[in-house]
């Protein structure tokens, strides 16, 4: 079992659409979370910490469910923008050393 | 903001030639990192270096070697390129400690061997 896995995608939306993306995480010492997006041949780039109370940043909303080890990303009113590959991230124990990335799921807005 | 930046953004290479690909970061951090990213085979770390001098090999560090002298400077030296080789090299920098660190990473250098 790989130690981050996310839905497989791809995902092709309408603008405006909301769309939920999914992330699983087996290592229970996991102390801290994280969505990534990466553009086509770009470098990723931190779209969102993930606390444990839940946050929101404008239309992104993130949730962690340590009991479950389950974290997910939700994107309301998608624009062509957000077209990109999103990527879960765990941080492993403590002093930022050990990040672990999930496969990624490619998102596409259509117009 | 964070700033990491990477020598060069395409690089093209001969089979067993020495490669040298540079990081530095602004921001004082103590964590850097190289990652290769393939099609298909995602992020996988190659090297990570938690101080000046210091190095722990990651998940597929042959046929890779890194150096550290400076804190701000992490680089990635490839002794003998191969066409395996040929990828997309990430560098990436963190703050180390307890609490929510996150990872920044430099433009990528995408690397071709022929």
């Known amino acids: 079992r790989k130690e981050v896995e996310q839905d497989p995608g791809p995902f092709n939306v309408p603008e405006g659409a909301t769309v939920a993306f999914n992330c699983t995480y087996s290592?229970?010492?996991?102390?801290?979370f994280f969505w990534y997006r990466q553009d086509c041949r770009k470098e990723p780039k931190l779209l969102m910490s993930?606390?444990?109370s839940g946050n929101e940043d404008g239309r992104f909303t993130a949730q962690l469910n340590r009991a479950s080890q389950y974290i997910s990303l939700l994107i309301r009113d998608s624009k062509l923008s957000d077209s990109a590959t999103y990527l879960c991230?765990?941080?492993?124990?403590?002093?930022?050393?050990?990040?672990?990335f999930g496969p990624g799921t490619r998102l596409s807005v259509l117009p | 903001d964070v700033k990491v930046t990477q020598s060069s953004r395409y690089l093209v290479k001969r089979t067993g030639e020495k490669v040298f690909l540079e990081c530095v970061q602004d921001?004082?951090?103590?964590?850097m990192f190289w990652y290769r990213q393939d099609p298909g085979l995602g992020l996988r770390l190659i090297y990570f270096?938690?101080?000046?001098?210091?190095?722990e090999k990651g998940d597929i560090p042959e046929g890779y070697s890194v150096s550290r002298e400076k804190k701000e400077r992490f680089s990635l030296i490839l002794e003998s390129a191969s066409t395996n080789q040929t990828s997309m090299y990430l560098c990436?920098?963190?703050?180390?400690?307890?609490?929510?660190?996150?990872?920044?990473f430099g433009p990528g250098t995408r690397l071709t061997v022929t």
């Open positions: 990436a920098s963190s703050f180390a400690g307890t609490g929510y660190y996150e990872q920044y």
């Open positions: 290592n229970s010492a996991s102390q801290s």
């Open positions: 993930v606390y444990s």
């Open positions: 991230v765990v941080n492993i124990g403590n002093y930022g050393q050990n990040f672990v």
């Open positions: 921001m004082d951090h103590e964590n």
């Open positions: 270096s938690y101080d000046v001098k210091m190095k």
